[in-house]
């Protein structure tokens, strides 16, 4: 952020070190200088947790329900969301890190209640503790992606180093989103060698909602991506081919998870991820693989 010029939004991805990969997505940054335009961010539902640390100015957290206006925190964990409760406002400078983690990812490496985050955001440093802190300050200090990328893999790797095996459930939550929801949670309640009941209590309480919702937030937010970056396909093609019945049945579970209908959530992301959009649609981008960052965030 060194130039005062007017820069839109530029969204970077990175994978983490390949000992991670079961328990953290991608690596994002997040840079702009707005000048005297406001960035309004839209929040669907979303099918992971993160990490975000803001190193520019606070963003406003405006909620969908009611007129309360909020700012975030300079560490900020956010759990997994179900529907569309705010919306970012964000103006001036833009700078952030974020860490966004496999489904069972943030319960693995922290063992916290994940149930309890779900459709919240709280301080960091109240949830995970004061070694976010020291985090903070060391990916502040650094000056490069790469650089903080590094940093998150070296503090994450030693987390993982004192936690202890897990019982299927994180690798039944990555399927689930590596497959955009097609999935039959009875296979994969089998998988664990847990009964049903028993499988989808344990999802939830390491994922934070249970698996057939967790299957229709993952197909939603990879059927909404897969139109981002596809220009010329109808609704009526991704319907056909994320599994919806019809496409009035994508429109239910679009306005369920977004409280918009698919052309409008479409037109509100385009507009806060224009660049990285523009890329993908122009091949300066490459087509995503299942396991790719999404440019939904």
């Known amino acids: 952020m060194r130039s005062m010029e007017r820069q839109p939004p530029r969204i970077r991805f990175l994978t983490p070190d390949l000992r991670l990969r079961g328990v953290v997505r991608f690596y994002v940054q997040r840079e702009a200088h707005l000048g005297g335009t406001d960035l309004i961010h839209p929040v669907p539902a979303r099918a992971a947790p993160m990490l975000e640390f803001i190193f520019s100015d606070a963003f406003e957290i405006h909620w969908c329900q ?60 109240a949830v995970i503790g004061p070694s976010v802190s020291s985090l903070y300050q060391q990916l502040g200090e650094c000056n490069t992606f790469d650089g903080r990328a590094r940093i998150a893999d070296e503090f994450l790797l030693a987390v993982l180093r004192t936690r202890q095996n897990t019982d299927g459930i994180l690798e039944a939550g990555n399927q689930i989103l590596q497959r955009h929801g097609h999935v039959r949670i009875g296979d994969l309640a089998d998988r664990t060698g847990y009964s049903l009941r028993q499988f989808e209590r344990r999802f939830a309480e390491r994922i934070g909602v249970r698996p057939k919702l967790y299957a229709r937030i993952a197909r939603f937010e990879a059927a909404l ?4 970056r596809s220009q010329g396909r109808s609704w009526t093609e991704i319907a056909h081919a994320f599994g919806y019945y019809d496409q009035m049945h994508l429109i239910h579970d679009f306005e369920r998870f977004s409280g918009e209908t698919p052309g409008n959530l479409l037109t509100e992301v385009e507009q806060a991820h224009r660049a990285a959009i523009d890329a993908v649609r122009t091949g300066r981008l490459s087509a995503p693989r299942r396991d790719a960052p999404r440019l939904i965030l």
């Open 66 to 125: 009611g007129a309360a206006i909020e700012t975030t925190p300079r560490a900020v964990v956010i759990g997994l969301q179900t529907h569309r409760r705010v919306r970012l406002v964000i103006r001036g400078i833009l700078e952030s890190f974020c860490v966004v983690f496999q489904p069972a990812g943030l319960f693995r490496l922290f063992s916290i209640p994940v149930l309890e985050l779900t459709n919240h955001d709280y301080d960091a440093h």
């Open 225 to 228: 991506d897969c139109r981002a």
